[in-house]
């Protein structure tokens, strides 16, 4: 190895290790409403006090169970919904400080992709008129400028450019993301929430989506929130996953470390049910008993507890905190499931099969 490449290598590796996203606190409430004056009765805390790092390059995947706030934790840290408390600092600087004029010019850097690729665009533009519309709006871009852009963003994408006169709905389900994809990377951002942008997508047509995001990163150097149901999906593309439950992280660890050893049981049970390759094998099934509770209403102490099968009295009386149980791996859990000789082992699960 020369000098020269070990020199890249450790500007890349340094380069990767830098916070582009730090979330601190971050809390979002939704009043509820009751009677005909809408006095405010109650709160929804679908966000409640999340904390957290994302490095620059890297693909940070959140998943979860629906309606734990995944996707309003990802349209918060875009401001595209307003934060109820908490900051959410992008290159160091709060984005729900800024002014109207402040945060137009800072949305050129962060993007969104959205789940729904036939609700999210727009049925009356062309598609050269939605992929283009970012260019003028922040470019003041016209014209023949705009064509030839997004001509080189549909080819970018693997999108036929002389289809752009076009309508959304003569595209199918994968076509039309790659339309909102060419979209949310025209202005060359350097972060981009990806709100369930495959889980409406053929299963084939997802692992192409999946690879075109990938081979985006690396050309263009993006930063990725992965917002995702499917763990083998995130496990495909994500650096890190955080696991999300009632509005709180409750484990965030590298990919492999995570689906090789769990620490939350939460996470466990999860990954138990990812169908295996090998249906002759049998599986240690973790079964959570029970609903969900109501975010307007969560348990006291952990907020698993009324499910998770390794509960105790603390655990129904004390809210842990998300802190570091092994280098580099976090857990809210009183009683995290840790491998022998690692730590204080309180409960011993494999969830791989036998």
């Known amino acids: 190895m020369t000098m020269e490449t070990a020199e890249t290598l450790e500007t890349t590796q340094a380069d990767r290790n830098r ?18 004056l809408h006095r405010t009765v109650g709160q929804v805390k679908a966000v409640d006090g999340v904390t957290l790092s994302i490095r620059k390059g890297e693909t940070f995947g959140l998943v979860g169970e629906s309606g734990c706030g995944k996707s309003t934790f990802g349209r918060v ?5 307003s934060a109820t408390s908490g900051k959410v600092l992008f290159k160091d600087r709060d984005i729900h400080a800024l002014n109207a ?4 010019k800072l949305r050129e850097e962060m993007q969104i992709i959205f789940q729904d690729p036939f ?12 992929i283009g519309e970012p260019l003028r709006i922040h470019r003041n871009m016209s014209g023949k400028k705009i064509d030839a852009r997004v001509v080189e963003l549909m080819e970018l994408v693997g999108l036929d450019p002389s289809r752009r006169n076009r309508y959304p709905h003569e595209f199918s389900g994968g076509q039309r993301q790659r339309i909102g994809i060419a979209r949310a990377i025209a202005l060359n951002p350097q972060f981009i929430v990806a709100d369930e942008a495959v889980s409406a997508l053929d299963v084939s047509v997802q692992s192409q989506v999946i690879n ?3 081979k985006l990163q690396k050309e263009m150097g993006l930063t990725f929130l992965f917002i995702a149901h499917g763990l083998n999906v995130v496990r495909h593309i994500s650096d890190r996953i955080g696991v999300m439950y009632l509005g709180k992280l409750v484990e965030v660890a ?16 999860l990954l138990s049910a990812i169908p295996k390759p090998t249906p002759k094998k049998k599986l240690e099934r973790i ?3 029970g609903d969900v509770p109501s975010p307007a209403n969560p348990p006291a102490g952990c907020r698993f507890h009324t499910r998770c099968p390794f509960v105790q009295d603390k655990c ?19 009683y995290p499931l840790l491998e022998k000789g690692n730590g204080p082992s309180t409960v011993q699960v494999s969830i791989h099969a036998k």
């Open 101 to 104: 004029k402040e945060m137009q």
């Open 119 to 130: 609700g999210s665009l727009n049925p009356r533009f062309l598609v050269k008129d939605i």
């Open 254 to 269: 590298e990919t492999e470390a995570m689906f090789a050893a769990p620490l939350h049981p939460y996470t466990a049970a």
């Open 19 to 36: 916070v582009l996203v730090e979330i601190e606190d971050l809390k979002k409430y939704f009043p509820i409403h009751k009677g005909l």
């Open 316 to 334: 129904r009386e004390q809210e842990p905190q998300l802190e570091e149980k092994l280098p580099g791996r976090l857990a809210a859990c009183h």
């Open 287 to 289: 079964v959570l008993q």
């Open 212 to 214: 075109l995001l990938m």
């Open 77 to 81: 840290l875009l401001r595209l919904q």
